[in-house]
């Protein structure tokens, strides 16, 4: 399985970037998917998730600005970042969990945002 994350940029705090991540090798309709990030210094943390059949889940620092959704027959998930914020700089990765998995298992290359003041 293969990921490919793209959209990252530089962009003013109150701003906004897509981000997309195209799969690869495996057909993800039936599974999980999320978006992480890591800033420099700290820890990877997850940002949003998608489950198969749509449901999602934020972290409490993305919600009501970021939005992840997926298109299943692009084989493709996204994540709308709006308002953002300099705090949400960071390297972000697209994650696939195989729906018998309770691991997210294969990962993108990572995509930086930038978020200037």
């Known amino acids: 399985v293969q990921l490919q994350a793209s959209g990252g940029g530089l962009v003013q705090a109150g701003g906004a970037l897509s981000l997309h991540c195209a799969v690869s090798g495996r057909i993800v309709n039936i599974d999980y998917m999320g978006w992480f990030r890591q800033a420099p210094g700290k820890q990877r943390e997850l940002v949003a998730k998608?489950?198969?059949?749509?449901?999602?889940n934020y972290a409490e620092f993305v919600k009501g600005r970021f939005i992840i959704s997926r298109d299943n027959a692009k084989n493709t998930v996204y994540l709308q970042m709006n308002s953002l914020k300099p705090e949400d700089t960071a390297v972000y990765y697209c994650?696939?969990?195989?729906?018998?998995?309770?691991?997210?298992?294969?990962w993108g290359q990572g995509t930086l945002v930038t978020v200037s003041s």
């Open positions: 998608i489950d198969s059949g749509g449901p999602t």
């Open positions: 994650a696939n969990q195989q729906y018998a998995s309770t691991t997210y298992g294969s």
